[in-house]
């Protein structure tokens, strides 16, 4: 998702920064969370549950190759 511009979703009754990032970017690895907490200023001070209707910017991260692990040779 290189290069993607900012999302903007709106939370619904009972969401939380995670689950707004997981059904709108598909993860909530590879920093999201981080990022989304950073672009909202005072987000995190809304508390886990955020009001609904709270506007929120969201930050594509780029993503990388699937990575495999080998765990026998």
Avoid: F, Y
Avoid at 40 to 46: E, F, R, S, V
Avoid at 53 to 62: A, E, M, R, Y
Wanted: charged share 15%; aromatic share 2%.
């Amino acid at each position: 998702m290189a290069g993607t511009s900012p999302i903007t979703a709106r939370a619904v009754q009972g969401d939380t920064v995670d689950m707004i990032c997981q059904r709108h970017l598909g993860t909530t690895a590879g920093g999201v969370i981080e990022a989304t907490l950073a672009a909202n200023p005072g987000l995190a001070a809304l508390g886990p549950v955020l009001p609904a209707g709270t506007t929120i910017k969201l930050i594509p991260q780029s993503t990388t190759a699937d990575e495999s692990v080998k765990l026998w040779d």
